[in-house]
């Protein structure tokens, strides 16, 4: 608009609070995500698990549906924390497919248009940008894992009992911390392979090989040197062994707990560093 005009005015609309501004990144972020028919397709096929385990928490509590089937309750999936660790494991395995698809184009695009003052000349921190790029994920992330698994622990609590749910208090606080856990793992290694690689592909193969590439040298360095400490590089075995205490599993990963958590914050931690070092106003470029 010219200025000679003087035809222009100050906005005079509502003013967003300043600690709730970074949510205009994943309001219009995510309505752009869902653009994609595959990543609707993805969605709908992260919400037949929870379906499939409702329908086996209802089986166990309808005496009807019993007889009818010919079952016995002996021979029905026990409710327990093993049932919630399995959940756990199949939604954590689709919330990292919906990082691959999602996370790597968040912060490249920014990059490689230049876009990144943009966003910095107006009030809004280098922070509350990552904080705003990582609710793009967080929120479909949660959607899928911790919501979803908090409705199952309800719904069976309804039907068990106060009892049952005093008792068993520790498997919602196991599906709660353990789905966050993997939830800003998976944010803070996909912003930062998008912040450093700006081609979106090349960002996603990079996040696939860190999880699949690394496991397998992981694997042979346990063959080769006969010893587990190679599982301190895949992630997938760090996060089993934390999800193991927390939902009382003994399944042996060959990782202590405490070993698995400062790996995992290391990862984090370095992954934030990555963050730091890339995402600002300016970059400056040496010939």
Known sequence: MAVYKRTYQGY???LTP?????????????GKMFDSRF???????????????AALIYLRHNEGAINLFGLSLAKLVPIDGRFFF???????????????FVGPGLISRDLANNALPLYFCRPLSRAEYV???ASVLVIPLSAITWIPGLLLFGFNASLEGRAWLAENLWIANGIFLGSWIWMLTLCLLS???????KWKLAAGALLFGIFFAAAGFGQAINEILNTKSGSLINITELIRTIWCGL????????LSEASAWTMLMAICGVSLWLLAKKVRAYEVERS
Not at 191 to 197: D, G, I, P, R
């Open 12 to 14: 005079e609309g509502r």
């Open 18 to 30: 300043a600690r709730w501004r970074f949510l205009i990144i994943p309001r219009y972020a995510c």
């Open 39 to 53: 990543l609707i397709f993805l969605f709908f096929v992260c919400l037949v698990w929870p379906a499939v385990c």
């Open 86 to 100: 399995h959940f756990m494991g199949w939604q954590g395995t689709l919330a990292f497919l919906v990082t691959a």
């Open 131 to 133: 904080t705003g790029k």
């Open 191 to 197: 912003l930062a392979l998008s912040a450093w690689v």
């Open 247 to 254: 939902f009382q599993q003994r399944i042996r990963t060959g």
